[in-house]
């Protein structure tokens, strides 16, 4: 006699599960909007800061275009008779990513001109490149890849030790250029010069693995405020 398997029921009901999500990225935003609005930002402006973020992540600018080599030219030789066979290529771009590299840059910039602590986050964007370019990994066909907790965790204590004033808008200021400028010159501006390994596609600068370290930068960031 065949017995029927048991019917296993969801964990959890799918629109309980929609609910907590749309609810924890509704809490998530509040916080990065509240954060950078202590920090001097309007309220208005940090809420498009944060989906112009999202949304330009998808965003590509190409700075630079060649051909790679993915196959050398072969020669075969059938008795007097040569036949040779010619390489083939692949293009790789090299881009700037709109939401993980020129938004970042130009918010670190306006921060910091509302905050100061100019040599502080010298400072701390030298700790985070530092370590994220040890960690850092190039993958051919997929990038560089970087865990994503890093740079944040990193670019955090490195924040809450250098601003000495205890001030909440200061200690973002640093966090977020720490984690999002740092991140950019370690992980992906010091591996430039190994591109050739990450074989033909696009490298975006600020983008793929990157990216996570660097929006996640600006939520840890919030949360210091």
């Keep these: 006699m065949n017995v029927p398997a048991p019917v296993r029921a969801p964990v959890a009901h799918p629109l309980l599960t929609l609910l907590l999500g749309m609810f924890l990225a ?59 066979r010619p390489p083939e290529y692949e293009r790789q771009v090299i881009a700037v990513n709109v939401g993980g590299a020129l938004i970042p840059v130009g918010v670190s910039a306006w921060l910091l001109f509302q905050e100061g602590a100019w040599w ?45 004033d205890g001030s909440p808008g200061q200690a973002t200021a640093i966090a977020y250029a720490a984690g999002s400028v740092g991140t950019l010159i370690g992980a992906d501006l010091l591996n430039l010069h190994r591109s050739r390994e ?20 600006g939520v840890v960031a919030a949360f210091l405020s």
């Excluded at 965003?59 to 630079?64: E, F, G, H, M, Q």
């Excluded at 790679?68 to 030219?73: A, F, G, V």
């Excluded at 990038?143 to 204590?157: E, F, H, K, M």
């Design 26 to 84: 509704l809490l998530t935003f509040n916080i990065i909007t509240t954060g950078f609005e202590r920090a001097g930002i309007p309220r208005a402006a940090a809420g498009l800061l944060v989906v112009a973020s999202l949304a330009g992540s998808l965003l590509n600018i190409p700075v630079r275009v060649r051909d790679l080599e993915t196959r050398p030219p072969q020669r075969l030789r059938i008795g007097h008779l040569v036949f040779y």
């Design 198 to 217: 990450m074989g033909p596609g696009i490298m975006s600068i600020g983008g793929a693995g990157v990216f996570d370290g660097v929006f996640l930068s």
């Design 120 to 164: 502080e986050t010298a400072v701390a964007v030298v700790i985070v490149a530092f370590w994220t370019y040890r960690a850092a990994r190039v993958v051919p066909g997929r990038g560089i890849l970087l865990p994503a907790l890093l740079s944040p965790a990193i670019a955090a204590l490195s924040a809450l030790a250098l601003s000495w």
